[in-house]
C-alpha cells in the first residue's frame, strides 16, 4: 500500500491552462515536501509545507497543505513548457521520522507549446 | 560549492560482479539517503544514514551495502549486482530536523547485463 497517493498520474496540457495535482494519505504529516525531477536529474526541492491549512506561492506555483496535514495540492496557473517534467511529494511523519521522508510514485507532467 | 555529487554517471556492469556507487556533499549534512528509481515505483529507499558510523535499511536493501566512515561520504555498494538492479541510483542529503528537506545528486544510472 502506498502511502502517499498522488493523482494524476499522467497529466498532459497545453501551454496556458491551470493545473492542479494532487497528493493524498491516511496518515498525518509533520511536513510535506514538493519536488520536480526532469529527465535525466535529480529531484530539485520546490517547497516544503509544515502548517495544516498553509499555502505557498512560487511565481505561477500554489501548494497547499491541508488542514488535517494528510494531504496536499499543487496548483499551476498558466502552465509553461518550462514546467514540464515530474512532481513528487514527500511527507515527514513525526512518529516514525527518523529523518526519513516518504515518497508518492509522482504526476508526470507535460505541457504543450 | 559542489553540492552533491555522484560519480560515476552511468556504469554497465555484468551479472555478479561488484559495483561501488559514491556520493560526496560538501554542506556537512548529517543525513545521507540512497535510492533507486524505477519505472512504476517512484523512489524507493535503499539505505540511510543519520551520521558518520550510523547506517539503517530503508525499503529495499538486499543486496547491497552502505558504509559511512566520514560524514560527506556514503558510498552504495553491489556485492554481487543482479539484472535487478538495474536502474537510477539517486543520493540525497539532509539538515537534521523535522523539515526532512533533502538535496539530491545528479543520480548514477547503472544497467546490469
Known amino acids: 500500500t502506498q502511502l502517499l497517493e498522488q493523482s494524476p498520474q499522467f497529466l498532459s496540457i497545453q501551454e496556458g491552462e491551470n493545473l492542479t495535482v494532487y497528493c493524498n494519505s491516511s496518515?498525518?504529516?509533520?511536513?510535506l515536501q514538493w519536488y520536480r525531477q526532469e529527465p535525466g536529474e535529480g529531484p530539485v526541492l520546490l517547497v516544503t509545507?509544515?502548517?495544516?491549512?498553509e499555502v505557498k506561492k512560487l511565481k505561477r506555483l500554489t501548494f497547499q497543505f491541508g488542514d488535517a496535514r494528510k494531504d496536499s495540492s499543487l496548483h499551476i496557473t498558466a502552465a509553461q513548457p518550462g514546467d514540464t517534467g515530474l512532481y513528487l511529494c514527500?511527507?515527514?511523519?513525526?512518529?516514525?521520522?527518523?529523518?526519513?521522508?516518504?515518497f508518492g510514485d509522482g504526476t508526470t507532467l507535460t505541457v504543450k507549446p | 560549492d559542489a553540492g552533491i555529487t555522484q560519480s560515476p554517471r552511468y556504469k554497465i556492469t555484468e551479472t555478479g560482479r561488484q559495483v561501488t556507487l559514491m556520493c560526496h556533499q560538501t554542506?556537512?549534512?548529517?543525513?545521507m539517503f540512497w535510492y533507486r528509481q524505477d519505472l512504476g515505483h517512484g523512489l524507493r529507499l535503499i539505505y540511510y544514514?543519520?551520521?558518520?558510523?550510523?547506517?539503517d535499511k530503508g525499503e529495499v536493501p538486499d543486496g547491497y551495502v552502505v558504509s559511512r566512515s566520514k560524514t560527506e561520504n556514503f558510498p552504495l555498494t553491489l556485492e554481487s549486482a543482479t539484472r535487478s538492479q538495474t536502474s537510477v541510483y539517486f543520493c540525497?542529503?539532509?539538515?537534521?530536523?523535522?523539515?526532512?528537506?533533502?538535496?539530491f545528486g545528479p543520480g548514477t544510472r547503472l544497467t546490469v547485463l
Open positions: 544514514s543519520a551520521a558518520a558510523d550510523i547506517t
Open positions: 554542506w556537512s549534512h548529517s543525513y
Open positions: 496518515s498525518v504529516f509533520s511536513s
Open positions: 540525497a542529503s539532509s539538515l537534521a530536523g523535522e523539515s526532512n528537506e533533502q538535496f
Open positions: 514527500a511527507g515527514a511523519r513525526r512518529d516514525t521520522n527518523a529523518g526519513k521522508s516518504t
Open positions: 509545507v509544515v502548517t495544516g491549512g
